[in-house]
């Protein structure tokens, strides 16, 4: 995966190794050392994922978040910080953050999570202007409407987020791990009851009272989309 990061970190040792692993996992690196100089980049580049300290000089990490997202709702931003406790986290949360990790941290586990925000965020932004069909049902990315043989099915964010995944790679198994890092993000790793949960409920709401179930079970993987139209799902 490519893509263009901006690291907004005062420390050296920390931003030289990071920017490395950034690198060496073939993002484009742009790095700040100032809470100012960081905002400014923020405003006005074209990033895929933000990496963004607290503790900066001129101005702290919140701050540059808080201004960030005046301006721009949608870049992911992942907090880096020593402070650990739960009212810091709360604040970046409030702010706009998507995720949180405390230094010191397993680089791996960053990568990871950088890795699974920029994927998410990606797949969300392909979806806004476009309209998904299997068989009789029909999704409207742009509107956030789904409709089955002509009835409008009324879906929380999260079941959407999730009828839109299946929909996109219909005809193909996607893992119970695939989906929770792709639709919900790498804080919920290993967590997969969820996707069990919320299959279960656009079961109901989707496949209910139909002939044709699409929402399919492949038995020890995970579950994909039965699309009539493509033949035999792929792996």
């Given at each position: 995966?490519?893509?263009?990061?901006?690291?907004?970190?005062?420390?050296?040792?920390i931003?030289?190794?990071?920017?490395?692993?950034?690198?060496?996992?073939?993002?484009?690196?742009?790095?700040?050392?100032?809470?100012?100089?960081?905002?400014?980049?923020?405003?006005?580049?074209?990033?895929?994922?933000?990496?963004?300290?607290i503790?900066?000089?001129?101005?702290?990490?919140?701050?540059?978040?808080?201004?960030?997202?005046?301006?721009?709702?949608?870049?992911?931003?992942?907090?880096?910080t020593?402070?650990?406790?739960?009212?810091d986290?709360?604040?970046?949360?409030?702010?706009?953050?998507?995720?949180?990790?405390?230094?010191?941290?397993?680089?791996?586990?960053?990568?990871?999570?950088?890795?699974?925000?920029?994927?998410?965020?990606?797949?969300?932004?392909?979806?806004?202007?476009?309209?998904?069909?299997?068989?009789?049902?029909?999704?409207?990315?742009?509107?956030?409407?789904?409709?089955?043989?002509g009835?409008?099915?009324?879906?929380?964010?999260?079941e959407?987020?999730?009828?839109?995944?299946?929909?996109?790679?219909?005809?193909?198994?996607?893992?119970r791990?695939?989906?929770?890092?792709?639709?919900?993000?790498?804080?919920?790793?290993?967590?997969?009851?969820?996707?069990?949960?919320?299959?279960?409920?656009?079961?109901?709401?989707?496949?209910?009272?139909?002939?044709?179930?699409?929402?399919?079970?492949?038995r020890?993987?995970?579950?994909?989309?039965?699309?009539?139209?493509e033949?035999?799902?792929?792996?």
């Amino acid at each position: 995966m490519s893509g263009k990061v901006l690291l907004v970190e005062d420390e050296k040792k920390i931003a030289r190794v990071l920017e490395l692993e950034l690198r060496h996992e073939q993002y484009e690196v742009t790095l700040a050392k100032t809470g100012p100089e960081g905002l400014k980049l923020a405003q006005t580049g074209a990033w895929d994922m933000i990496l963004l300290d607290i503790m900066l000089p001129g101005m702290d990490g919140l701050e540059v978040l808080e201004n960030l997202r005046k301006t721009n709702k949608t870049v992911p931003v992942i907090m880096l910080t020593a402070r650990d406790s739960v009212p810091d986290k709360v604040s970046g949360l409030d702010l706009g953050a998507n995720d949180y990790v405390t230094k010191p941290f397993a680089i791996e586990e960053l990568m990871a999570r950088v890795r699974g925000l920029i994927r998410s965020s990606r797949l969300k932004a392909e979806g806004k202007e476009q309209t998904y069909r299997v068989d009789d049902l029909t999704l409207d990315a742009q509107t956030r409407t789904v409709v089955r043989s002509g009835a409008n099915i009324e879906l929380t964010p999260r079941e959407f987020e999730l009828l839109l995944y299946f929909m996109k790679y219909a005809g193909t198994v996607l893992s119970r791990e695939q989906i929770l890092a792709d639709v919900w993000g790498f804080e919920f790793a290993g967590d997969t009851n969820l996707v069990d949960v919320y299959v279960r409920y656009l079961r109901q709401k989707v496949d209910e009272g139909h002939k044709t179930k699409l929402i399919q079970t492949s038995r020890g993987v995970g579950y994909y989309m039965k699309d009539p139209s493509e033949g035999e799902k792929t792996t």
